[in-house]
C-alpha cells in the first residue's frame, strides 16, 4: 500500500564540506514508504523503492505537480498529472510533456538515520 507524510525539517547538521538535512529514521522509511521535507523552500521527495533510498525534488518540472503521488515502477517515477516518467537516480526525464529532469539529492544514512545532502 502507498502511503506518505509529510515532514518539516527536523535538523540541520554539517559533517564537513556536505550539509546535511535529517529526513527520517531508517525505521520510519520501510519499503515503499515515501515522505516529503521541506528545506528552506525546496520540497524534496524521501523514498524507499526495493530497498534503495532516493531522494528527487517533489516538484515536477512541467507544471509544478507534486511527485510524491506518482507512481513508481522500475526505478522511475511518473508524474501524476501528464505522466512524464523520470529516473529516480538521476532525474532524467524519459518522455514528454516535462523536458527538464527532475533534481537529485545525495542519500547519507549514518547510524540508523536517512540524510539528504543539500
Ligand atoms: S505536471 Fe508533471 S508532467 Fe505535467
Do not use: W
Not at 528545506?39 to 507534486?66: K, M, P
Not at 503521488?69 to 529516480?88: A, E, K, N, Q
Not at 532524467?92 to 540524510?115: D, G, H, M, S
Request: with cysteine; charged share 25%; aromatic share 6%.
Amino acid at each position: 500500500m502507498l502511503s506518505f507524510r509529510p515532514q518539516i525539517l527536523e535538523a540541520v547538521k554539517d559533517f564537513g564540506m556536505a550539509r546535511l538535512v535529517r529526513a527520517c529514521s531508517l525505521s520510519e522509511l520501510p519499503e515503499g514508504e515515501r515522505i516529503v521535507v521541506d528545506v528552506e523552500g525546496e520540497s524534496i521527495l524521501v523514498l524507499n523503492h526495493e530497498g534503495r533510498i532516493y531522494a528527487i525534488s517533489n516538484i515536477c518540472t512541467h507544471e509544478d505537480a507534486e511527485m510524491v503521488s506518482g507512481i513508481v515502477i522500475d526505478d522511475t517515477i511518473t508524474c501524476p498529472v501528464h505522466l512524464s516518467r523520470f529516473r529516480l537516480d538521476s532525474g532524467e526525464v524519459l518522455n514528454p510533456p516535462a523536458t527538464k529532469p527532475l533534481k537529485t539529492y545525495k542519500v547519507v544514512i549514518r547510524e540508523e538515520e536517512v540524510f539528504v545532502e543539500v
